[in-house]
């Protein structure tokens, strides 16, 4: 039903990204598979990108986005190397490794690192400041942001470095259908120019930034449809 409810809304890409945990991840494979195979109604295709929203030592929460060959182990292996010692599936502890160190597990595990909700509370521009603000943004494999509100005042020091990450957004939906204020699928998202979803589509993309990256209510064109 969650997969379907993307389907519905006309999403084709997902970024599974629960709290410190990739448990969701082969579930969600698996019922997409059971979809078309079973030949539902409702499918269209789905892309799945494996991921996280980790914890990281500051109480800041920061994405990984992966390969779709990613799995659930991979992910729980990358609990491990960054040494997140809480529950799974919550955000009760902090990984022992500085946001730096972990953007840099992240990359190495082919992945793309993404400063969650940096505008927000647990984001990166509202818990850090000075010198420890100053580390996170000199690492260079930093190439994209989720900023909720596009009028959000960039810090001096983010200024200052003449940085230019690629601002996205992203449902961060916990809810089936909205009511209120409250996401679900297909309430907010982001154009991604990709010839076809893949990691390294998704990284061209971002390092294209406004080229190749629109958020959802910049524009009310269907992205994708082709000119004749």
């Known amino acids: 039903e969650w997969v379907l409810n993307y389907m519905r ?3 084709d890409c997902v970024a599974i990204t629960d709290h410190n945990s990739g448990a969701w991840i082969d579930r969600v494979k698996t019922a997409l598979s059971n979809l078309r195979e079973q030949a539902h109604p409702e499918y269209r295709p789905l892309f799945i990108f494996p991921g996280i929203e980790l914890t990281v030592n500051g109480n800041i929460h920061l994405l990984g986005i992966f390969s779709e060959t990613k799995s659930t182990s991979d992910i729980d292996t990358l609990i491990g190397n960054v040494r997140y010692r809480g529950t799974k599936g919550l955000s009760d502890a902090c990984t ?12 190495e595990m082919e992945g793309i690192a993404i400063p969650a909700h940096v505008d927000e509370a647990r984001g990166l521009f509202v818990e850090a400041e000075g010198v420890t603000l100053s580390q996170c943004l000199n690492n260079k494999r930093v190439i994209a942001m989720e900023l909720k509100n596009k009028d959000f005042a960039m810090p001096q020091a983010y200024i200052d470095k003449k940085l230019n990450w690629t601002a996205i957004l992203g449902t961060d939906s916990h809810h089936p259908v909205g ?15 990709m010839t ?5 589509g998704l990284r061209l993309a971002l390092l294209d930034g406004e080229l190749s990256i629109k958020r959802c209510g910049a524009t ?7 000119s004749s």
Do not use: C, L
Not at 220 to 226: I, L, S
């Open 9 to 11: 809304a006309g999403i």
């Open 96 to 107: 022992e490794r500085t946001f730096t160190e972990v953007v840099d597990d992240i990359v």
């Open 179 to 193: 009511e209120g204020n409250q996401s679900y699928p297909g309430s907010s998202f982001t154009w991604i120019k």
């Open 196 to 200: 076809t979803p893949s990691i390294e």
């Open 220 to 226: 009310a064109e269907n992205m994708n449809k082709h």
